[in-house]
T-cell receptor
Framework: AQTVTQSQPEMSVQEAETVTLSCTYD???????LFWYKQPPSRQMILVIR??????QNATENRFSVNFQKAAKSFSLKISDSQLGDTAMYFC????????????FGGGTRLMVKP | GAGVSQSPSNKVTEKGKDVELRCDPI?????LYWYRQSLGQGLEFLIY????????KSGLPSDRFSAERTGGSVSTLTIQRTQQEDSAVYLC?????????????FGEGSRLTVL
């Protein structure tokens, strides 16, 4: 079974600064995907960024980037130039190939961006 | 509609009553998922439907929980004889197919409070 751990229940950052959210996972699989999802106060979760395990290059999506360390089973999310709209819960998630989009989620990190 | 629609948005019920939560996925999406999010916690997988295949019910916490999906579209999650520990936000998500992309499209959830 896979597990996903987010060790930071809450974090805060000043607007325009950079913040990094941590995620570790445990699996015996070699082929898998990792994700960061964002859940704003409206409760509707949206996908922020995705990383395929076989790719060594870290995924980036505008102000969002990841630091994927496969050997260490670590997958952190960096948010640059933080904006007030980034205030949300952030969930790290894991999925094995051919798992039918079945995601295993971490416990989440609540991020507050302060003006 | 344009997105995943869930109803009711909020439901307050008394312990021992039955409740039904509805999910209307994005048109054309063949896969549908139910997750439960307890206060301040991550997402717990409940059940997964894919097309006409038998659903994956491995996440249902007890036999008081059941779900069905009619005509491959709308899904209803039923909780019988509700208990206070059932209080949570129930999230529904859909995806186009078992493409392995990992991108789920979530509704805003149904917040259930059991008094």
């Amino acid at each position: 079974a896979q597990t996903v751990t987010q060790s930071q229940p809450e974090m805060s950052v000043q607007e325009a600064e950079t913040v990094t959210l941590s995620c570790t996972y445990d699996t015996s699989e070699n082929n898998y995907y990792l994700f960061w999802y964002k859940q704003p106060p409206s409760r509707q979760m949206i996908l922020v960024i995705r990383q395929e395990a076989y790719k060594q290059q870290n995924a980036t999506e505008n102000r969002f980037s990841v630091n994927f360390q496969k050997a260490a089973k670590s997958f952190s999310l960096k948010i640059s130039d933080s904006q007030l709209g980034d205030t949300a819960m952030y969930f790290c998630a894991f999925m094995t190939y051919n798992a039918g989009n079945m995601l295993t989620f971490g416990g989440g990190t609540r991020l507050m961006v302060k003006p | 509609g344009a997105g995943v629609s869930q109803s009711p948005s909020n439901k307050v019920t008394e312990k021992g009553k039955d409740v039904e939560l509805r999910c209307d996925p994005i048109s054309g999406h063949t896969a549908l998922y139910w997750y439960r999010q307890s206060l301040g916690q991550g997402l717990e997988f409940l059940i997964y439907f894919q097309g006409n295949s038998a659903p994956d019910k491995s996440g249902l916490p007890s036999d008081r929980f059941s779900a069905e999906r009619t005509g491959g579209s709308v899904s209803t999650l039923t909780i019988q004889r509700t208990q206070q520990e059932d209080s949570a936000v129930y999230l529904c998500a859909s995806s186009p197919a078992t493409s392995g992309s990992g991108e789920l499209f979530f509704g805003e959830g149904s917040r259930l409070t059991v008094l």
